[in-house]
């Protein structure tokens, strides 16, 4: 086999024992993928009738009240499911690096690469599965998307693509974070920027410096493009700066994350 | 026991510092193919240090070492493909069953889907595994995942075996089990440089013993040479009543008499030529001997001839 055969076997094989890990751990998925349905509870049976009323009926998607409020708030809490989700890989990657085994990995002839590929694709695996789940249980709510098909390929693809990041940001925090405790909180600012964001409210509503934050973070372009992908909202440049943001953010972290790996010296 | 033959593995001046502290000060070693090679120190001593850098895992800062022909900085995917490692710490996947953590071994050596199950019951069933093949290692206790372990380094048929401390924290009876698995692994012609605070393990298992101690080869050798090279080497002379006891005591200045015992403890290394002296003596002085035992000091009084300190100490 050659170099690039060896590469992709190896990376399969460390793509099993991920998802076979996450399997083991299925509580560690539930408490992530509970966080945003609870999120999602909360914010439309609490404070929906309240929060429908600050929205125009075109960011609503026709509808109005509490349905018209999870219309808007679905996107959201999709990509808010994609960041609690990360935190697991972040714990994931750092009790793998504190374990024994990475050293067996190290010793061994193959693919360097391989193990992180491994955490990465499970990981995107988990989120989607997450996402899937909290995408089914706001259709059951009573979410309408009115995408078609090109627009759900669109919404999918740009939803992976943003886990994609968020995942590679996540491993590098899980690398660079000394224990696992760490590890469970670095990330957790990220489950925070929908908030500081349009997720939840139009961002017009903010504060002057809240809003100059919400204008300019990943989070807002990227709820704003999946929104008028699933419900027709206006969609505009923000689909550019998602793509960019998502793109930047992968590549930062993988290189973070790469040299991280390497440099991994412990006494 | 082969004392020559190609060398599995070279070690020359391999120096390595954390920060201020010095870990390895030099340190030259030969280990030859197909033998035990035992590195003995205390605690701290650089051992673990000196098999992380041998494995590839961490960089020496200075000196050169070649692991089964390769070159340890020139082709360190050669000393991978030639290596197996089993340190301290359990390498092994708390989460994954026994066998899957076989099976992942022998997906990553590529060994095919044939081979890789014959290969994972074979080792399964050596090790005494097979019942607990199904549960997750977290369940298993410190004996099974260490045989595990070694288990695991075996699935790619390493030439050179790195066994950090492959006993420490062992019962008494998971460590005379993990002894015979050792000897077993030699008898099929592969290396073993072994690390160990404990002089018996090495006495047992070693062809050739290292003694490191602080970053430093401090002594070198076979077991019994470095026993033999030890002041405190003594014939032990046993006597039925007191006044041959004194008699013989005598007979020779620097010997130790233990009056309520009845034992005389002439030094010297019990060699041929000194025996039929000393024995000469004491028949030319007619004096009855019990018995004659010859006592060559055991590895503790090694360690503690060559470093200063017992390493009873340095664990406490």
């Given at each position: 086999?050659s170099?690039?055969?060896?590469?992709?076997?190896d990376?399969?094989?460390?793509?099993?024992?991920?998802?076979?890990?996450?399997?083991?751990?299925?509580?560690?998925?539930?408490?992530?993928v509970?966080?945003?349905?609870?999120?999602?509870?909360?914010?439309?049976?609490?404070?929906?009738?309240?929060?429908?009323?600050?929205l125009?009926?075109?960011?609503?998607?026709?509808?109005?009240?509490?349905?018209?409020?999870?219309?808007?708030?679905?996107?959201?809490?999709?990509?808010?499911?994609?960041?609690?989700?990360?935190?697991?890989?972040?714990?994931?990657?750092?009790?793998?690096?504190?374990?024994?085994?990475?050293?067996?990995?190290?010793?061994?002839?193959?693919?360097?690469?391989?193990?992180?590929?491994?955490?990465?694709?499970?990981?995107?695996?988990?989120?989607?599965?997450?996402?899937?789940?909290?995408?089914?249980?706001?259709?059951?709510?009573?979410?309408?998307?009115?995408?078609?098909?090109?627009?759900?390929?669109?919404?999918?693809?740009?939803?992976?693509?943003?886990?994609?990041?968020?995942?590679?940001?996540?491993?590098?925090?899980?690398?660079?974070?000394?224990?696992?405790?760490?590890?469970?909180?670095?990330?957790?600012?990220?489950?925070?920027?929908?908030?500081?964001?349009?997720?939840?409210?139009?961002?017009?509503?903010?504060?002057?410096?809240?809003?100059?934050?919400?204008?300019?973070?990943?989070?807002?372009?990227?709820?704003?493009?999946?929104?008028?992908?699933?419900t027709?909202?206006?969609?505009?440049?923000?689909?550019?700066?998602?793509?960019?943001?998502?793109?930047?953010?992968?590549?930062?972290?993988?290189?973070?994350?790469?040299?991280?790996?390497?440099?991994?010296?412990?006494? | 026991?082969?004392?020559?033959g190609?060398?599995?593995?070279?070690?020359?001046?391999?120096?390595?510092?954390?920060?201020?502290?010095?870990?390895?000060?030099?340190?030259?070693?030969?280990?030859?193919?197909?033998?035990?090679?035992?590195?003995?120190?205390?605690?701290?001593?650089?051992?673990?240090?000196?098999?992380?850098?041998?494995?590839?895992?961490?960089?020496?800062?200075?000196?050169?070492?070649?692991?089964?022909?390769?070159?340890?900085?020139?082709d360190?995917?050669?000393?991978?493909?030639?290596?197996?490692?089993?340190?301290?710490?359990?390498?092994?996947?708390?989460?994954?069953?026994?066998?899957?953590?076989?099976?992942?071994?022998?997906?990553?050596?590529?060994?095919?889907?044939?081979?890789?199950?014959?290969?994972?019951?074979?080792?399964?069933?050596?090790?005494?595994?097979?019942?607990?093949?199904?549960?997750?290692?977290?369940?298993?206790?410190?004996?099974m995942?260490?045989?595990?372990?070694?288990?695991?380094t075996?699935?790619?048929?390493?030439?050179?075996?790195?066994?950090?401390?492959?006993?420490?924290?062992?019962?008494?009876?998971?460590?005379?089990?993990?002894?015979?698995?050792?000897?077993?692994?030699?008898?099929?012609?592969?290396?073993?440089?072994?690390?160990?605070?404990?002089?018996?393990?090495?006495?047992?298992?070693?062809?050739?013993?290292?003694?490191?101690?602080?970053?430093?080869?401090?002594?070198?050798?076979?077991?019994?040479?470095?026993?033999?090279?030890?002041?405190?080497?003594?014939?032990?002379?046993?006597?039925?009543?007191?006044?041959?006891?004194?008699?013989?005591?005598?007979?020779?200045?620097?010997?130790?008499a233990?009056?309520?015992?009845?034992?005389?403890?002439?030094?010297?290394?019990?060699?041929?030529?000194?025996?039929?002296?000393?024995?000469?003596?004491?028949?030319?002085?007619?004096?009855?001997?019990?018995?004659?035992?010859?006592?060559?000091?055991?590895?503790?009084?090694?360690?503690?001839?060559?470093?200063?300190?017992?390493?009873?100490?340095?664990?406490a």
């Amino acid at each position: 086999m050659s170099t690039l055969a060896y590469t992709v076997s190896d990376s399969a094989t460390m793509l099993r024992r991920s998802l076979r890990r996450l399997q083991r751990y299925p509580s560690l998925t539930l408490l992530l993928v509970g966080l945003p349905i609870v999120f999602l509870l909360m914010f439309v049976y609490v404070f929906g009738g309240q929060l429908s009323h600050g929205l125009s009926s075109a960011y609503a998607a026709g509808h109005t009240g509490r349905a018209g409020y999870l219309n808007y708030v679905t996107p959201g809490v999709l990509l808010m499911t994609v960041a609690a989700a990360v935190q697991g890989t972040a714990i994931v990657v750092a009790m793998d690096m504190t374990g024994g085994i990475i050293d067996r990995f190290r010793t061994m002839a193959i693919a360097r690469s391989a193990v992180l590929t491994g955490h990465v694709l499970a990981a995107l695996i988990q989120s989607l599965v997450g996402i899937g789940i909290v995408l089914g249980v706001a259709i059951a709510l009573g979410f309408r998307p009115t995408a078609d098909f090109i627009h759900w390929l669109a919404a999918v693809g740009l939803l992976g693509l943003f886990a994609f990041a968020l995942i590679w940001l996540a491993t590098a925090l899980g690398l660079a974070a000394k224990s696992v405790e760490t590890a469970s909180n670095t990330p957790m600012f990220l489950t925070f920027l929908p908030f500081l964001g349009s997720g939840f409210v139009l961002i017009a509503s903010l504060p002057t410096g809240l809003r100059q934050f919400a204008h300019y973070q990943p989070f807002t372009p990227t709820t704003e493009t999946l929104r008028g992908l699933l419900t027709g909202t206006p969609i505009g440049n923000y689909a550019l700066i998602a793509v960019a943001w998502s793109i930047g953010i992968a590549l930062v972290s993988y290189l973070w994350a790469r040299r991280l790996y390497t440099n991994t010296r412990s006494t | 026991m082969r004392t020559t033959g190609r060398a599995a593995v070279v070690v020359t001046a391999v120096q390595k510092r954390f920060g201020e502290t010095v870990v390895l000060d030099g340190v030259d070693l030969t280990v030859i193919e197909g033998t035990v090679f035992a590195l003995l120190g205390p605690n701290g001593a650089g051992k673990t240090t000196l098999v992380r850098i041998l494995s590839t895992l961490v960089p020496a800062d200075s000196g050169d070492a070649r692991v089964a022909g390769h070159d340890l900085l020139g082709d360190p995917d050669g000393v991978r493909s030639s290596i197996g490692v089993t340190g301290q710490f359990s390498a092994v996947d708390d989460l994954l069953t026994g066998r899957e953590n076989l099976q992942l071994m022998a997906d990553l050596n590529h060994l095919g889907r044939i081979a890789g199950r014959a290969r994972v019951d074979d080792l399964l069933d050596r090790f005494g595994l097979m019942d607990a093949a199904a549960k997750p290692v977290s369940t298993y206790s410190g004996g099974m995942r260490r045989r595990l372990d070694l288990a695991m380094t075996l699935v790619g048929s390493p030439q050179v075996i790195f066994l950090d401390e492959p006993t420490t924290g062992l019962d008494p009876r998971s460590r005379r089990q993990m002894w015979n698995d050792i000897r077993e692994l030699v008898t099929g012609g592969v290396t073993i440089f072994l690390t160990t605070q404990y002089l018996d393990e090495a006495d047992e298992l070693a062809d050739r013993i290292a003694v490191l101690d602080r970053g430093r080869i401090v002594a070198e050798g076979t077991p019994d040479e470095l026993k033999r090279r030890l002041p405190g080497g003594h014939v032990r002379l046993q006597f039925a009543e007191p006044p041959a006891l004194r008699a013989a005591a005598a007979l020779f200045d620097d010997a130790t008499a233990d009056e309520e015992q009845l034992v005389l403890r002439v030094p010297g290394s019990g060699d041929v030529a000194s025996l039929r002296q000393l024995l000469t003596k004491l028949d030319e002085a007619q004096i009855a001997v019990a018995e004659l035992s010859i006592h060559s000091p055991d590895l503790d009084d090694v360690f503690f001839a060559v470093t200063g300190q017992s390493t009873l100490e340095e664990a406490a």
